[in-house]
């Protein structure tokens, strides 16, 4: 059943589209230049999977603390946001997720993903609990964005009350990838090009639009050096609608962030689409032939939004 709950998803006007956000383990906090070095946009520290049991206080503690070392230095916001993958909110997990969420949602923490997403419920724990967490450190309430992992079949079946649960929820999307989590939930098999997740992706994306979370962002690549399986893989994604992808390694970024930027010549076509509206528009006109095509206002205001994320 859908959620008639209604979200703002336009409170902070810090959310912006990520490319490329790239998990780095909670417990290599040292690797975080790296990440930036290259290029990324966010990079995503994982406490969960990438953490073994008996390492996550000390990985908890030092994302802690990279995220202090980033609101002192100024760096976030800044050419890199910093996320954090929590553990599951669930008493499975111990409550580590929300151990998790007193640490870290602090200053210096643009979002939090959160692993293990079933239900809207999920997203609303999670909300009231970072809530809590801005009002002791003194952050406005809601800006640290929240960005749900469907992993779960219930979870993906229902994205847009996931994504309508919370004006936090941001970059709302599918990842899918060989053997985890996700295809053990479906039971997909993987092909060399993922194609049998095309169908999923292109729904969930629908759903995230749908519910207005903005800027929704896919994944995963599992090949590390299969780049030109990455660069269609991702290019399919950016065709489907998605605005960025999660990646997990370093070589990884280039390629997505070229794919989901626009190059030169799609925005030197924008401008001349625009430039031919406007002086139709001056004319009295409401559709002008341009470059073999009709198009209108509504496909001016397309191009504009392209020309708006020119880097």
Known sequence: MSSDHSVDHDRDPDREPLRSLLFVPGSRTGWLPKAEAAGADAAILDLEDAVPQGAKEAAREAVAEAIEQAARTARTPGPMRLLVRINPLDHAAGWAGAEDLRAVARPGLYGVVLPKVR?????????????????????????????????????????????????????????????????????????????????????????ARAAGSPHPVAGLWADVTDLAGLRRFAEQNRALGYEGMTVIHPSHVAVVNEVFSPDAEELARCERLVAAV????????????????????AMAETARRTLARRI
């Open 278 to 297: 406007t002086a139709a528009q001056a004319r009295g006109e409401g559709a002008v032939l341009f470059e073999g095509r009709m198009v209108d206002e």
């Open 119 to 207: 239900c809207a419920d999920d997203v609303r724990l999670a909300d009231r609990l970072l809530a809590w967490c801005e009002r002791e450190t003194g952050l406005p309430e809601g800006r640290i964005a929240l960005v749900p992992l469907l992993e779960t079949a219930r979870g993906l079946r229902e994205a847009y009350d996931i994504g309508r649960a919370a004006g936090r929820v941001a970059h709302l999307g599918a990842l899918t990838a060989p053997g985890g989590d996700v295809e053990r939930a479906v039971g997909y098999r993987w092909s060399p090009g993922g194609e049998e997740t095309h169908p999923l992706r292109a729904r969930v994306l629908l759903d």
